[in-house]
């Protein structure tokens, strides 16, 4: 049974930055192209970033320059440095296969306000 975790949102200031970890487990995490989205609220859920098993990146163009998707596959880990975060980034923030197959996790909160 594939499970993900969402960890590491939290309320930060225009400008500022955090780091968010996406735990998989129940899945051959090395090979699968991973990604990030995020759900704002009355929004459907959009896609942010994603990252294939050898690095290669794609990023939603208004996150571009900004955040930067990793993994580290010893630890079945997927990351998201956001930084530069503006209001119109808050959001729930979830990863998934590419494709978004996997049972959704509960997510992240990432809220941007002064």
């Known amino acids: 049974q594939v499970q993900l975790v969402e960890s590491g949102g939290g309320l930060v200031q225009p400008g500022g930055s955090l780091r968010l970890s996406c735990a998989a487990s129940?899945?051959?995490?090395?090979?699968?192209?991973m990604a990030w989205f995020r759900q704002a609220p009355g929004k459907q859920r959009e896609f942010v970033a994603s990252?294939?098993?050898?690095?290669?990146?794609v990023y939603l163009y208004s996150v571009k320059d900004r955040f930067t998707i990793s993994r580290d596959n010893s630890k079945n880990t997927l990351y998201l440095q956001m930084n530069s975060l503006k209001p119109e980034d808050t959001a729930v923030y979830y990863c998934?296969?590419?494709?978004?197959?996997?049972?959704w996790g509960q997510g992240t909160q990432v809220t941007v306000s002064s």
């Open positions: 129940g899945t051959d995490f090395s090979v699968r192209t």
């Open positions: 998934n296969a590419r494709l978004g197959f996997f049972p």
């Open positions: 990252i294939t098993g050898d690095g290669v990146t």
